[in-house]
DNA sequence: GTGAAAGCGCTAACAT
DNA sequence: ATGTTAGCGCTTTCAC
């Protein structure tokens, strides 16, 4: 009936429970310090009014923020960082956080970023990107907010990284192949520049020379992580006057339209060629073929990298926590499925 | 060298400039108000000391929150609901907003949104789940925020909901299996109590007793929008004896699950068969065989639904903003490929 | 065990 | 045109 239309402060819960603010806010934050008896009238009160304490209040006060930021690429494969995000949004809320999504695009939003991580309202940040906002040498990480970079490393002193062994994963996409008896591969790249591109193209091409082949067994084309990407580089592989029959692909949305095009084109996967993609999306075990691919540990990795996060917020140090170790690496898994094979003859 | 430790506050930019708090805060959000020669030694600190406003304490002034809940449910279609958040974040983004995405998932979490939307962070509230976060009686909505529903319509008053019309997409699915000549059909549907599955259900039965066909020409089978639901309808489609010829799943996803499941069982898709899918995702278009399937209007229901809210916060009416409309209603596109053809005899 | 009051950083009356 | 100051809702000394 007597209902006030503006939310109730603490001063109202004091004024219904008789008893000062100082007494309210003790019974939420420090219940200990009051008498029984106190504490259950005030929260009788607190319920009796809705009360949900101000925590814009609280935090200029100098009380902690609950929120963290997550950067995210833009053009992110959404298959891929949406369990990522999982990962992240469900190790935070445990620790009782919330998540801020960021994503970045274009150099207006990078400037949108930084004024909110100044802002006041964060308490850290966690980026996917490797490149992270930056306007007119301003980072983001100026605002000086505890930091944890997943799935890509933007290599600044100081920012701990989560991160998939790239390097191994990428000898773990050329060595299926190796063992099944291809010789000859053909590798669409993700985006040039891009973190996670340069560790695998590193160890691909490693992986290539330790067994011996000759360099150029390998043939690259540059991808970009997306379907339109994939089919491009399937056309450039059709019109090879010799065609390797190991394709590597940057990752599975790409590896998915690659073998589109070249199965419209008349060729046979994994007859005429065998195709290995990267991320382990569910769709790559609902396409035709289902698609032999390295499964990340997607919600693993937002998870730890949260969690290395919500240590860092509860003061404990870099050093403790990453035991001596400058990053925290995370191992792919080869799922062999049915778009590889040995080679024909 | 003598740098601060702390972030600078409007205080240290107003010695630094040599005039008072006032004239700096002008500076920045009234800059007319100032002689120009000020202006310009207020901002020359400004830039010289990197000062941004510290927006916590600028709220708690009762200034207006730049930040806006998204409210998502956990379950949730990533490459549907990625395309919507672009276009919520595209459209908060030009007007200055920044959006936090909160996934349900459980009543803690409810219990945690509502505390977040209490806590005076927020400018706005959109919410693309049908069931809003509640907890003992007391709704999201409580907070009194203004607030705008996407996607589904949780029915609750005062809540403008933008919507795709489902009950028109779904005559659509109907009728483009009808005109191929199929009359025996088989619906895979959503998860029971979801709003969109609810109206879609009823425009799908009203289409098929439209068209004179007879009730059981319509064979129900509950889904769950996913993969593994996708495989189940299809193992209760293989074991029914006399087999409807057309195909309605509630989604993409799951009727690509159903595509895989019957094929794997040997039957061919369109021959035996045909599939309609629902949203029109990117890998609808990657599969085997292409799906055909009702495309929606994704990032345009996030902006316009973000638009919607902006315009609230700006204080416009709902009344002058829907026009005398109860809902803004958008509508889906058939995208025939090659799941769907004439039955074969 | 509880209350009074200062102060977090900012904006907007109100002075000058 | 610019300065002074109250106060947003809360927590936390410091008194009692």
Do not use: W
């Amino acid at each position: 009936m007597n209902q006030i239309r503006r939310l109730p402060r603490i001063g109202d819960v004091a004024e219904a429970a008789g008893v000062s603010v100082a007494t309210v806010s003790r019974a939420l934050s420090a219940p200990e310090k009051l008498r029984k008896e106190t504490r259950e009238r005030v929260m009788a009160a607190v319920t009796a009014l809705g009360y949900t304490p101000n925590s814009v209040a609280r935090q200029l006060r100098g009380g902690n923020s609950q929120l963290v930021l997550v950067i995210v690429p833009r053009r992110s494969n959404p298959p891929f960082f949406s369990e990522v995000l999982h990962g992240i949004d469900v190790t935070l809320a445990e620790a009782g956080y919330v998540l801020i999504t960021g994503y970045m695009e274009g150099v207006d939003r990078d400037l949108r970023l930084i004024e909110l991580a100044t802002s006041g309202h964060l308490a850290g940040l966690l980026t996917t990107s490797g490149q992270l906002p930056q306007v007119s040498g301003r980072s983001i990480l100026d605002a000086g907010l505890p930091a944890v970079a997943i799935c890509a490393d933007p290599q600044v002193p100081g920012l701990p990284p989560v991160l998939l062994d790239d390097a191994a994963a990428a000898r773990l996409q050329v060595n299926h192949l190796l063992e099944l008896g291809h010789r000859h591969i053909f590798y669409l790249t993700g985006p040039t520049g891009n973190y996670n591109e340069t560790v695998r193209h590193r160890g691909i091409v490693a992986a290539i020379g330790e067994a011996g082949l000759p360099p150029d067994a390998l043939v690259e084309h540059p991808g970009n992580y997306v379907f339109s990407g994939g089919a491009a580089g399937a056309n450039a592989y059709l019109a090879l006057e010799d065609r390797p029959t190991g394709v590597i692909c940057g990752n599975d949305e790409s590896a998915i339209a690659f073998i589109k095009t070249v199965r419209r084109a008349g060729l046979s996967v994994p007859r005429d060629l065998s195709v290995v993609g990267f991320d382990g999306i569910e769709f790559a075990d609902y396409c035709e073929p289902t698609l032999t691919t390295i499964a990340q540990p997607r919600f693993e990795l937002g998870a730890a990298g949260a969690k290395l996060l919500i240590d860092l917020l509860a003061g404990k140090t870099r050093e403790e926590l990453m035991a001596g170790e400058d990053r925290i690496l995370m191992q792919g898994r080869l799922l062999a499925r049915d778009s590889t094979a040995a080679p024909s003859r």
